[in-house]
């Protein structure tokens, strides 16, 4: 029973450890970003030894992979499954929108320093391929039904994804001074104008 206890407990204790660890890298990530992220940081930062870090995580890709899944349950992106009720496409993209952008306001900083990131790490965006997908998915249903009958057309699908993008809010909102719903007017009126064959320039 003891040894049972022990065991128990040290199984615990590295769960606490690893948990630690993960959290420091993300503080870390979001206040000097990936590039500024040593190892002697992250275990600074945790309490622990160098050599605790790389046995919990023997290399970057699991360290990150760790991280990002400890961030994406942390910060859940929107849910788009209510949206798909919306029938009329224009009003189920102002919908949302509105709960991308909120999303992307609350985020924001974590999202400039992955974008940074991305940059300069590759193995950083194949760890984010599941995030890169959940964000196609909602593309997809905030598309549909812009055009009547047959396929959505790749412009109209670009737009949207462009649309929805953290650097198309940031740009909008943060550089060129729009409110959120500014932003998501000037996008659905995009949409609109697009699809519309009486809107000029079509």
Known sequence: MARSYQLKRRAERQAETRQRIVEATVA???????AGTTISAIAERAGVERL???????????????????????HPPPDPTPWVE?????????????????????TEQMSLRAFQGILDQPLLRE?????????????????????????????VQAAIGHAMAFLTWYSLVREQGLTDAEAIALMVGMLRCRTDPACPGE
């Open 28 to 34: 870390l990530h979001e206040s000097v970003g990936g």
């Open 52 to 74: 605790t870090v790389y046995r919990h995580f023997p290399d970057e890709r699991a360290l990150l992979t760790a991280c990002t899944q400890h961030y994406w349950t942390q």
């Open 86 to 106: 919306i029938c009329e496409p224009a009003s189920r993209l102002t919908t949302g929108l509105a709960a991308i952008y909120a999303y992307h306001r609350d």
């Open 127 to 155: 760890v984010l391929t599941p995030q890169f997908a959940y964000w196609s998915g909602v593309r997809e249903v905030l598309s549909a039904g812009w055009v009547s009958g047959g396929e959505v057309p790749h412009q």
